[in-house]
């Protein structure tokens, strides 16, 4: 009873606060469809049980509270019932399948060393040959670098989950102690805040540092193709890295197109806060809405679900890395679930191999 008043005094709250303006709504597709007004979905969820597949279909992108001049912020409160939800009912899915593997020994490696590159999971699943460039070019302009395969439990975050995340952001902060890291070099963006929010460990940004240290001197033919920028939501307040992205961009002559919603104002892909697994729909709605902000037929992006959802949207759609290690651009093809396991398993194991010469 007494976690259920606190809930309802959360929802309050943010009720009170709610001046109805709409501004949230208005790129927001979940706020559009599940109510009239954001006051009058916060007056039916202090009304009424939660609405489960409203609250899960949520991508925690943060464009409200951004947009907010009351600072109504219906991500920290859906993510707040999805903790209310998970305590109260345990469920079970392919998210967890997913936890437990990347956690598992098969798939994650250790090594000892300073300062460590954290790919995260995502990149490769889906891209394992440029991961590879890219981690051998590391190497070669910091020889003391080392990496690590795991995964920051972000996903079980997402879930809501308390209770488990803590238990796997632990163990991450564990495996960085014992093994001496004082550096993370991340390129997943949902890595990078996770570890950036939760540990006290520098944190350094994979495209800040290829920015920094330079990139590889290829010969690269794009033509005249315009490649429209898709910033990833959860960096939305990270300036650093929108310049940084944009810097390298420019290093290799790139016809750039900007989004509407761009940088802090940036809109999620359709893929956060695990909605593309609950609501499919909703999700793919999204991502269509966010690839017709722009005129041009290519999408790059630095975050490989991203990539994925303006596949998905429509778009043709590349990861940075490619164009940065690649002389041409070459659309990968779509992976199987089980195409992506053998990717990470494959990966570790050429690491391994590459570091036993």
């Known amino acids: 009873m007494e976690k259920r008043q606190d809930r309802l005094k959360k929802i309050k709250d943010e009720y009170d606060k709610c001046i109805d303006c709409n501004l949230c709504t208005k790129e927001c597709l979940l706020l559009q469809r599940y109510g009239t007004s954001p006051k009058n979905i916060l007056r039916k969820m202090m009304e009424g049980p939660i609405d489960e597949e409203m609250v899960f279909s949520c991508s925690l992108c943060g464009h409200c509270s951004k947009v907010c001049p009351k600072d109504v912020n219906f991500r920290k409160l ?8 998970q305590e109260n009912k345990k469920t079970f899915n392919g998210v967890d399948i997913h936890q437990r593997l990347s956690f598992s020994k098969i798939f994650s490696l250790e090594r000892k060393g300073k300062i460590v590159f954290f790919p995260g999971c995502s990149l490769i699943s889906e ?3 440029t991961l590879m460039k890219t981690y051998k070019y590391l190497k070669e302009k910091i020889p003391s670098l080392e990496i690590m395969i795991k995964c920051c439990g972000n996903p079980t975050n997402c879930l809501g989950k308390k209770d488990e995340f803590e238990k796997r952001i632990g163990h991450l902060e564990k495996s960085f102690q014992s093994n001496e890291v004082e550096e993370v070099v991340v390129a997943c963006q949902n890595c990078y805040m996770t570890i950036k929010k939760y540990m006290n460990i520098k944190v350094t940004s994979l495209w ?13 033919s794009w033509g005249p193709m315009v490649f429209a920028l898709h910033d990833p939501c959860p960096t939305r307040y990270e300036h650093d890295i929108h310049e940084s992205v944009r810097n390298i961009l420019r290093k290799m002559n790139i016809n750039m197109e900007e989004f509407k919603n761009n940088r802090e104002n940036t809109l999620c892909c359709g893929a ?13 709605d999204q991502m269509k809405k966010r690839a017709d902000e722009v005129e041009s037929k290519w999408i790059v992006t630095y975050c490989a679900e991203c990539v994925n959802s303006m596949k998905s949207a429509g778009k043709m759609s590349i990861h940075i890395l490619d164009l940065i290690f690649k002389e041409r651009v070459e659309l990968e093809e779509e992976k199987s679930l089980i195409i992506k396991w053998k990717n ?5 194991k050429d690491i391994k191999e590459l570091q036993s010469h």
């Open 272 to 284: 956060g806060g695990m909605a593309s697994i609950f609501n499919p729909k909703l999700s793919l």
């Open 208 to 220: 800040t540092l290829l920015d920094d240290i330079g990139i590889p001197e290829k010969e690269r």
């Open 344 to 348: 990470r398993y494959e990966f570790k």
């Open 78 to 85: 859906f993510l707040e019932c999805r903790r209310y939800i």
């Open 127 to 129: 891209n394992p040959e």
